[in-house]
């Protein structure tokens, strides 16, 4: 009997180290008849991301052509002038601007070189049979018309890649490439219908809702926190923060798509009695690398009489889920997301979440996950007036989604969905 030879996956696209080594790193095993490689793995935090991948992928690809180099950019030149999509890209990008004489022109030159390398590698040193590209905004997804190969292809959304399409090249990149690939996958039914309004409903049939595998390691360290809560006196010593007050966590990184600013105006029209009870806690471990933004909101906080921390050091496990922990209140206010890890894990903390009304969260309210919603800043200004009582009552509002998060967002639970994904293409 003839054994089965393995197909061989290659992971591409956004290469970010949290979310994908989470992925593979669970399914990896579970699928024996695959062998996983991956392009251009990306860092992430501080964790030694090549020693993990090298656990997990049998193959661990980097490729970077170097574009200052002249006979580099000559090599390319035949290919880059021949593809149709490249002249489109120029149209488009010509629409959108005005005129192709400028940095940015160059730079949509530079993107297609270094897309034809990529995808004259894949095509002549992978072996590949199946690609998945993660977050197919232009940039990731580009190399896809450079391709002279055929392979299945699986295409997988993470969420502001399909709510913040905010250019034509990246709109353009996705509908020219979507009927053309095998599979399509989102985490919740809102985005599937985002998918399909943008682009067509003829891609139905290739949707599938696989959603994000999360780091078991914050659940078990939550549960012994949480067991035993001695530590909680000399954590808040360690931020300054008094035993009276109450602990507010906005936000969970420093990108200004989260609304920080908004949420400060709030509070500057907010009583003083009020506002003073709060000690007010913003992540900032990755997304400002200028720290521009953070000495904007810092001046602003100047003007409101409560204290504030900026969290800029990368947490590890055991210090966030004391921070979810410490905190009375989480609030979620991104523009956009798909299913956030981040409030799924303090959800875990049966500690009150306050959460845009606007966000796609079916998913967490199908499953029983319960949590305060705010229309508007302005309503948001109300809840927190009231915020004391509401805080009281915490355990009416979220006393049972620690159970809820537990059953339907396991590690197991979620990677089995994925299994069966890659099943289907056996």
């Given at each position: 009997?003839?054994?089965?030879?393995?197909?061989?996956?290659l992971?591409?696209?956004?290469?970010?180290?949290?979310?994908?080594?989470q992925?593979?790193?669970?399914?990896?095993?579970?699928?024996?008849?695959?062998?996983?490689?991956?392009?251009?793995?990306?860092n992430?935090?501080?964790?030694?991301?090549?020693?993990?991948?090298?656990?997990?992928?049998?193959?661990?690809?980097?490729?970077?052509?170097?574009?200052?180099?002249?006979?580099?950019l000559?090599?390319?030149?035949?290919?880059?002038?021949?593809?149709?999509y490249?002249?489109?890209?120029?149209?488009?990008?010509?629409?959108?601007?005005?005129?192709?004489?400028?940095?940015?022109?160059?730079?949509?030159?530079?993107?297609?070189?270094?897309?034809?390398?990529?995808?004259?590698f894949?095509?002549?040193?992978?072996?590949t049979?199946?690609?998945?590209?993660?977050?197919?905004?232009?940039?990731?997804?580009?190399?896809?018309?450079?391709?002279?190969?055929?392979?299945?292809?699986?295409?997988?959304?993470?969420?502001?890649?399909?709510?913040?399409?905010?250019?034509?090249?990246?709109?353009e990149?996705?509908?020219?490439?979507?009927?053309?690939?095998?599979?399509?996958?989102?985490?919740?039914?809102?985005m599937?219908?985002?998918?399909l309004?943008?682009?067509?409903?003829?891609?139905?049939?290739?949707?599938?809702?696989?959603?994000?595998?999360?780091?078991?390691?914050?659940?078990?360290?939550?549960?012994?926190?949480?067991?035993?809560?001695?530590?909680?006196?000399?954590?808040?010593?360690?931020?300054?923060?008094?035993?009276e007050?109450?602990?507010?966590?906005?936000?969970?990184?420093?990108?200004?798509?989260?609304?920080?600013?908004?949420?400060?105006?709030?509070?500057?029209?907010?009583?003083?009695?009020?506002?003073?009870?709060?000690?007010?806690?913003?992540?900032?471990?990755?997304?400002?690398?200028?720290?521009?933004?953070?000495?904007?909101?810092?001046?602003?906080?100047?003007?409101?009489?409560c204290?504030?921390?900026?969290?800029?050091?990368?947490?590890?496990?055991?210090?966030?889920?004391?921070?979810?922990?410490?905190?009375?209140?989480?609030?979620?206010?991104?523009?956009?997301?798909?299913?956030?890890?981040?409030?799924?894990?303090f959800?875990?903390?049966?500690?009150?979440?306050?959460?845009g009304?606007?966000?796609?969260y079916?998913?967490?309210?199908?499953?029983?996950?319960?949590?305060?919603?705010?229309?508007?800043?302005?309503?948001?200004?109300?809840?927190?007036?009231?915020?004391?009582?509401?805080?009281?009552?915490?355990?009416?509002?979220?006393?049972?989604?620690?159970?809820?998060?537990?059953?339907?967002?396991?590690?197991?639970?979620?990677?089995?969905?994925?299994?069966?994904?890659?099943?289907?293409?056996?």
């Open positions: 009997m003839s054994v089965l030879k393995n197909k061989n996956v992971v591409t696209g956004i290469g970010q180290a949290n979310y994908i080594l992925l593979y790193g669970n399914i990896v095993k579970k699928c024996p008849d695959f062998s996983f490689n991956i392009l251009n793995l990306e992430f935090g501080n964790e030694t991301t090549k020693e993990r991948a090298e656990k997990i992928f049998d193959k661990n690809y980097y490729k970077k052509p170097n574009l200052k180099n002249f006979f580099t000559l090599k390319a030149v035949p290919s880059v002038l021949s593809n149709s490249f002249w489109k890209d120029l149209r488009i990008f010509r629409v959108e601007k005005g005129s192709l004489i400028s940095n940015d022109g160059l730079r949509l030159i530079l993107r297609h070189v270094n897309a034809f390398y990529y995808a004259k894949i095509d002549d040193s992978t072996n049979d199946i690609i998945h590209l993660h977050f197919p905004k232009h940039i990731f997804a580009l190399f896809l018309k450079y391709l002279t190969k055929d392979y299945e292809v699986i295409v997988t959304y993470w969420g502001s890649d399909i709510y913040r399409i905010d250019s034509w090249k990246d709109h990149i996705q509908n020219s490439s979507l009927n053309n690939v095998d599979l399509i996958t989102a985490a919740t039914p809102e599937e219908f985002a998918i309004s943008r682009f067509g409903f003829q891609l139905k049939n290739k949707l599938r809702n696989k959603r994000f595998i999360h780091n078991n390691k914050f659940y078990e360290v939550a549960d012994i926190l949480m067991k035993n809560r001695n530590w909680i006196i000399d954590f808040k010593k360690r931020y300054n923060i008094k035993k007050k109450i602990v507010l966590l906005f936000g969970h990184n420093a990108h200004i798509e989260n609304n920080h600013l908004e949420f400060l105006e709030i509070l500057k029209g907010l009583p003083r009695n009020i506002v003073s009870d709060f000690h007010i806690i913003f992540p900032f471990s990755y997304g400002d690398n200028s720290g521009d933004y953070q000495e904007q909101l810092r001046e602003i906080t100047k003007t409101i009489e204290d504030f921390i900026f969290l800029t050091d990368f947490l590890g496990w055991e210090d966030l889920a004391k921070l979810k922990i410490i905190s009375d209140v989480y609030i979620h206010a991104p523009i956009t997301d798909g299913l956030s890890a981040f409030l799924t894990e959800f875990y903390t049966n500690n009150l979440a306050i959460v009304s606007w966000l796609p079916n998913t967490f309210l199908n499953f029983g996950v319960d949590y305060l919603k705010f229309d508007d800043f302005d309503s948001l200004g109300r809840i927190l007036i009231d915020l004391k009582q509401l805080i009281e009552d915490k355990d009416e509002i979220a006393g049972a989604n620690n159970k809820i998060v537990a059953e339907n967002f396991s590690v197991e639970k979620i990677s089995e969905e994925w299994v069966s994904l890659f099943k289907e293409l056996t």
